[in-house]
Structure formats: C-alpha cells, structure tokens
C-alpha cells in the first residue's frame, strides 16, 4: 500500500466508498482508482460528485438493475459459455436499466449536464433485450420459444398424465393395498415411483429406483409404466437438447453485440462509481471546492472525516502568504490531526469526492503528497525509529519539487535534541528550496525560531487552557506554542510536588546534585547455637531438598540434621529443614518415639526376643547356624 493513503487512512475512505457502489466492478474499478493529478479531471470529478449529489437530494432514484455480476456474466458469454435462463433475465434487465438511466438523464439533463453527456451515448439493444424477454418468462425458457419446443412440453403432459393415471390405478387395486408404504406417488429423477414396504419389493413387479435411508421403504417403478416411463424419458432429453438450442441462441445475440455491451457496462459502471462517491459526500454533509494548481489551500471548518465525535473545526491557509507552516503545541493537542485533515482532505478532493468543510474552501491538485508520520520502526531491517524516519525523508528529499506537499510530524525528533533541531532546519530548508509547500509539527525551540525568522514560513500552536489544563484542538496560526509536558505529566496522575519541582527547574538550573548517604542495611542472620538442640526426635519437617514431609530422627546441634524419609536415614543441611509440627502435639506423653522409625514386624520381633517366645529364639538360633554356615564355621550346635 502507497505509505501516503496509509498514514493518511485514505484506504478507509476508499473502503467507505466501495460499500457505496452497486456492481462487483464498480468496487474493484474504486479499488484501482488513483488521485488525479491534471486540474481539469479533479474538477471534472468534482461536477459529477456535485450533479449526482443533486440527484440523491432530490430523492430521485437511478434505475441501476442486473448491474450487481454484469462484468462476470460478460466475461462468460465473451468465453463462449451458454448462459442459463436466470442469467439471461438478469442480462435483460441490465440492458433494460441502460434505457432507463439514458431517459432518466435526459430528464435532468440540465440539472445533470455532464452525467447526461456520459448517457446519452449509450447504445439502445432493445431488439436483443425483448428477444431475451419474449423467449424467457419467470425465469424459464416459455412454450412459444420455438415450435418444436411447444410440441415435445405438449407429448410430456400427454406422456406424464398416462402415467400418472396408470400409478393411481396401481395404488387403488385392494391387492396392493397391503405392500404401499405409503398411497402416493412419488418422483424420483424422471422416473415416477410407488413407496413399497421392503418386504414386499420381490412381489411387486418392477424396477427399484431408489431405497431409503433406514431400508424400510424402497421406491419402485411398476412394469406396467415402464414403456411410458421410457418415452418420458426420451421427451426429456429431447426438451433439454431443444432448450440448449435457444439459450445458445440467445446468448450468441447477445455476443453479436459485444462491443455496444462493452459500451453500456463502462458507461452504467462510470455512473455506479460516481454515484457512490455521491452518497459518500452526502454522509459527509461535504462540500464542493474549489479546485487550483496554484498551491493554494484554504480550509473553512474543516473536520477529519473519520473523526466524527467532539471534532473541533480547523481553518487552515497555506501557499499564498506563506508556503511553510510549523505547528507547536501539546502531545494531545491535535497536531497530528491537523496534518492529517489537511492531507485527507486534499486527497478526498484529487480523487473526486466532497470534503467535510464549509464553503469557502479551496483545495490543490499536486503532483505528490508525501507523509512521513507515526513509528517508522522496522525491526526486520535493523531500523530504529529514528532511522526510520531519516530513511523515509531521504527518499522524499530525493523526490520533491514543485506542485508537491510534504506533511511531517515532529521532525527530527528520536535523536539528540541540538542535533535533531539542527537536522531538522536543514531538511526544512531543502524541502523549501526544492519548491514544496511544507507543514510539519516540533517541539524544537531552534525549529519554532526558524519559522518565525524565516519570511516565506508561519508559526502556528495548538491553543491550550492553562487555567482548565487542557487543550483546545484549535490551531491558532501565528503564535508559538508549548509542549505542555507538566500537563501531560499531570494527566497521567504523576505527583504533584514533582511537577511543581519540575515546573521550578523549568526556570531554575540549580538541580539537587550533593550525594545522598543511604545507611547501610544490617543483614539478619540466624545462627544455631552448637550446644542447644532446635529440633527433637519425631518433630515433623519439611525437606526443602527433597519437596517432601519427613521426620527429625537425630539433631545434635551442628549444621546439619539427620531425617527418616522413605524408610531411610539421610543427613541434610539444617537450613533445608523446615519446623511444619512439633512431636509433643503429635504424639501422646509416654509415647514411644523410637517406634517411629522401626518396621512393625521388626518391633514385634523385638517385643517376642525380650519376653522369651521359644518361636522367636528358635528362629534367632536359624539365623545364627544360617551365618555360620556362609561363614564355614563347624558348629555341633547346628
């Protein structure tokens, strides 16, 4: 997309107006439309705009029919391709529209002066366009298309009604009665079927045609029509072929006029987009005006046409007392906004629409509008912003000249500030001498002295209210503004005795340059004393080491502990350990802590050692011989 319709959000405005037009190439023709360079076509642009806005206002309508795929069904019939009845209707309709527009212009023709020129011209094909109406009626071919048609449709009804006749004798003889699904007749392609249940489609004689979904029903042509079925058959394909005949008939009438079709198409659709930039300016309650090549810009209330709550008019001069104009002002003030209107406007009125405006305005028709505004960071090509706008000026420096207007926001901004200021100056100054007429905003105070030094340059600002702390978006040319940086700070809720200081350093230099001791922050540390145990056996802890609970088995007061966790001992860091319970709430008074960490078939074994279970020593006594046999010892004991 041209940088020029995106950073103006002129693609919108196109979008606006495509939604306007009537035909698929209509829409596609105001996708490709460019801005006019040559004064006469913008102005005549602007006439049409102007004549058909009359029309709309009169509330008088423009007959467009079949307008909406004529370019695709012409592109069909160019191809050879035999258009079917509906299309042929819709092509009828289409040359039956051109008539009415042609007398409709006429009509008006001296409200209408120049969209009566362009109809006027138009060819009339009434004798192909009653041709289409007299062999198609309600959107099928009609009997009296050709002879041989009214007679195979005539031998059809014949056919079909001795079918049907035979069908209904079928579905009331009684012993049929219990094998019909259902007592009808039911069509089925070209074939005229009986439902009969499935149990019975081996004792009805005939042909299956067709089966339903669940098996239940099968749809069945009885023996006793499949002579007539046959006919009928033959009758249809002779109808098809018969009908083909006349639509190819008519479709070559058509083709034989292509070039008078073509005609028509380009005229209907000329109208069709002028009509829908008509409706546009009028939903923009725009004005015509004036149209120079002199660079000459007068803006009476304008308004940015996407904008459209709370918008501040803006009256705007440029190219006659001056031919640069450099804005100053508040961040929000509306700036960029004036850069934009401007821009748009001039770009509305190039392509041929009205603009948002009160009369008195006066637009120029340039060679170029170039733009360089918003971020022009690019990060796949290593560009900051910067750099970005500095690559984007080259390459208009490189292309201005005469009849071009050149809108920047915040030149040389992003870089130091004496280097962007002075950077600046020299692009302003190269811009001018190459003859372009320049708008371009700052917050450079050497860029504001420049435009109010310089005798072919104006200062303008943003006016703001001090005592409210807001901005007015209104431009006031003339007067230098600020950047109203507090204001912002405040509006962003910074505090206020920091403003206040800022506002004191604004006009006082004397900034707080003395170092600051900070004291020094004492670290707590949490030393374990050696002697004293912090943990006791069956405390409950939390391992940091291991994410898991665990219990405290051994603490003797050093760096380290020694925990029960998955039926193992481990020594870890004290550190790593953390109090989650104490024992003395876990477990009651007397409680045998030991047991905490031994398996219970083990404390029982114990239990049955000590009160001298004869099964318990025995077993001792296994294990004992068992060792001493590994070992190789000869004992008579065992």
Same mark, same amino acid.
């Given at each position: 997309?041209?940088?020029?319709?995106?950073?103006?959000?002129?693609?919108?405005?196109?979008?606006?107006?495509?939604?306007?037009?009537?035909?698929?190439?209509?829409?596609?023709?105001?996708?490709?439309?460019?801005?006019?360079?040559?004064?006469?076509t913008?102005?005549?642009?602007?006439?049409?705009?102007?004549?058909?806005?009359?029309i709309?206002?009169?509330?008088?309508?423009?007959?467009?029919?079949?307008?909406?795929?004529?370019?695709?069904?012409?592109?069909?019939?160019?191809?050879?391709?035999?258009?079917?009845?509906?299309?042929?209707?819709e092509?009828?309709d289409?040359?039956?529209?051109?008539?009415?527009?042609?007398?409709?212009?006429?009509?008006?023709?001296?409200?209408?002066?120049?969209?009566?020129?362009?109809?006027?011209?138009?060819?009339?094909?009434?004798?192909?366009?009653e041709?289409?109406?007299?062999?198609?009626?309600?959107?099928?071919?009609?009997?009296?298309?050709?002879?041989?048609?009214?007679?195979?449709?005539?031998?059809?009804?014949?056919?079909?009604?001795?079918?049907?006749?035979?069908?209904?004798?079928?579905l009331?003889?009684p012993?049929?009665?219990?094998?019909?699904?259902?007592?009808?007749?039911?069509?089925?392609?070209d074939?005229?079927?009986?439902?009969i249940k499935?149990?019975?489609?081996?004792?009805?004689? #005939?042909?299956i045609?067709?089966?339903?979904?669940r098996?239940? /029903?099968?749809?069945?042509?009885?023996?006793?029509?499949?002579?007539?079925?046959?006919?009928?058959?033959?009758?249809?394909?002779?109808?098809?072929?018969?009908?083909?005949?006349?639509?190819?008939?008519?479709?070559?009438?058509?083709?034989?006029?292509?070039?008078a079709?073509?005609?028509?198409?380009?005229?209907?659709?000329?109208?069709?987009?002028?009509?829908?930039?008509?409706?546009?300016?009028?939903?923009?309650?725009?004005?015509?005006?004036?149209?120079?090549?002199?660079?000459?810009?007068?803006?009476?209330?304008?308004?940015?046409?996407?904008?459209?709550?709370?918008?501040?008019?803006?009256?705007?001069?440029?190219?006659e007392?001056?031919?640069?104009l450099?804005?100053?002002?508040?961040?929000?003030?509306?700036?960029?906004?004036?850069?934009? %209107?401007?821009?748009?406007?001039?770009?509305?009125a190039?392509?041929?629409?009205?603009?948002?405006?009160?009369? #008195?305005t006066?637009?120029?028709v340039?060679?170029?509008?170039?733009?360089?505004?918003?971020?022009?960071q690019?990060?796949a090509?290593?560009?900051?912003t910067?750099?970005?706008?500095?690559?984007?000026?080259?390459?208009?420096?490189?292309?201005?000249?005469?009849?071009?207007?050149?809108?920047?926001?915040?030149?040389?901004?992003?870089?130091?500030?004496?280097?962007g200021?002075?950077?600046?100056?020299?692009?302003?100054?190269?811009?001018?001498?190459?003859?372009a007429?320049?708008?371009?905003?700052?917050?450079?105070?050497?860029?504001?002295?420049?435009?109010?030094?310089?005798?072919?340059?104006?200062?303008?600002?943003?006016?703001?209210?001090?005592?409210?702390?807001?901005?007015?978006?209104?431009?006031?040319v003339?007067a230098?503004?600020?950047?109203?940086?507090?204001?912002?700070?405040?509006?962003?809720?910074?505090s206020?005795?920091?403003?206040?200081?800022?506002?004191?350093?604004?006009?006082?230099?004397?900034?707080?340059?003395?170092?600051?001791?900070?004291?020094?922050?004492?670290?707590?540390?949490?030393?374990?004393?050696?002697?004293?145990?912090?943990?006791?056996?069956?405390?409950?802890?939390?391992?940091?080491?291991?994410?898991?609970?665990?219990?405290?088995?051994?603490d003797?007061?050093?760096? %380290?502990?020694?925990?029960?966790? #998955?039926?193992?001992?481990?020594?870890?860091?004290?550190?790593?350990?953390?109090?989650? /319970?104490?024992?003395?709430?876990?477990?009651?008074q007397?409680?045998?802590?030991?047991?905490?960490?031994?398996?219970?078939?083990?404390?029982?074994?114990?239990?049955?050692?000590?009160?001298?279970?004869?099964?318990?020593?025995?077993q001792?006594?296994?294990?004992a011989?068992?060792?001493?046999?590994?070992?190789?010892v000869?004992?008579?004991?065992?």
């Amino acid at each position: 997309m041209n940088p020029t319709i995106y950073h103006l959000q002129f693609d919108q405005i196109k979008k606006e107006v495509k939604a306007r037009a009537i035909g698929q190439y209509s829409k596609r023709r105001i996708e490709e439309m460019t801005f006019s360079t040559n004064l006469q076509t913008v102005k005549s642009r602007q006439e049409e705009t102007k004549e058909a806005r009359f029309i709309l206002e009169s509330h008088q309508h423009v007959p467009f029919m079949g307008l909406t795929r004529i370019d695709f069904l012409t592109e069909q019939m160019k191809k050879g391709m035999v258009l079917t009845p509906a299309e042929l209707i819709e092509y009828a309709d289409f040359l039956r529209s051109s008539r009415m527009i042609r007398k409709f212009f006429e009509k008006n023709q001296y409200q209408t002066p120049l969209l009566f020129s362009y109809s006027k011209n138009m060819p009339e094909l009434l004798t192909v366009e009653e041709l289409i109406y007299h062999h198609i009626t309600n959107q099928k071919i009609s009997n009296d298309a050709s002879r041989n048609l009214r007679k195979i449709r005539k031998q059809l009804q014949l056919t079909e009604k001795e079918i049907q006749d035979r069908l209904v004798k079928f579905l009331r003889h009684p012993h049929n009665k219990e094998m019909i699904q259902e007592e009808m007749i039911v069509q089925k392609g070209d074939h005229y079927t009986i439902p009969i249940k499935a149990s019975y489609k081996n004792r009805v004689s #005939g042909t299956i045609i067709e089966q339903s979904n669940r098996g239940m /029903t099968v749809f069945i042509e009885p023996t006793a029509v499949e002579k007539a079925s046959a006919s009928y058959q033959l009758l249809k394909a002779e109808e098809i072929a018969e009908e083909y005949q006349i639509l190819a008939f008519l479709t070559g009438a058509l083709a034989e006029e292509v070039q008078a079709i073509d005609l028509i198409v380009e005229t209907v659709t000329r109208l069709d987009i002028i009509f829908a930039r008509g409706k546009y300016s009028r939903d923009l309650q725009g004005v015509t005006p004036a149209i120079n090549k002199s660079e000459y810009i007068k803006i009476n209330q304008g308004r940015h046409p996407l904008l459209v709550k709370n918008v501040v008019p803006l009256d705007f001069e440029l190219g006659e007392n001056y031919r640069g104009l450099v804005i100053t002002g508040a961040n929000a003030g509306g700036k960029t906004v004036v850069l934009k %209107t401007v821009g748009l406007l001039t770009l509305m009125a190039m392509f041929g629409l009205q603009v948002p405006a009160e009369k #008195g305005t006066e637009l120029a028709v340039f060679d170029e509008v170039y733009v360089d505004m918003g971020d022009q960071q690019n990060l796949a090509n290593a560009l900051s912003t910067f750099s970005g706008h500095m690559k984007n000026i080259a390459e208009i420096l490189r292309k201005v000249k005469r009849h071009t207007l050149v809108l920047i926001d915040e030149i040389g901004s992003g870089t130091q500030p004496n280097e962007g200021a002075a950077l600046a100056v020299a692009i302003m100054e190269a811009m001018y001498s190459q003859g372009a007429l320049l708008v371009t905003t700052t917050h450079y105070s050497e860029v504001k002295k420049y435009a109010n030094d310089h005798e072919d340059f104006m200062p303008a600002a943003m006016a703001f209210d001090r005592e409210a702390l807001k901005p007015k978006y209104l431009l006031q040319v003339g007067a230098t503004g600020e950047s109203q940086a507090l204001w912002i700070a405040k509006k962003m809720k910074m505090s206020s005795m920091l403003i206040q200081q800022a506002q004191y350093y604004i006009h006082h230099k004397d900034y707080q340059i003395k170092k600051k001791e900070f004291p020094k922050i004492k670290e707590k540390t949490n030393r374990v004393n050696p002697v004293q145990s912090l943990f006791s056996k069956g405390d409950r802890v939390f391992s940091t080491i291991h994410q898991k609970e665990s219990l405290i088995y051994e603490d003797t007061g050093d760096e %380290t502990v020694k925990i029960y966790l #998955g039926k193992e001992f481990l020594t870890v860091p004290r550190k790593r350990v953390v109090l989650k /319970t104490r024992a003395e709430k876990l477990y009651p008074q007397d409680y045998d802590l030991d047991s905490l960490f031994t398996d219970f078939h083990i404390r029982k074994w114990q239990k049955d050692i000590a009160r001298g279970s004869k099964k318990a020593h025995k077993q001792l006594l296994k294990e004992a011989c068992e060792r001493k046999v590994r070992k190789q010892v000869d004992d008579k004991s065992c």
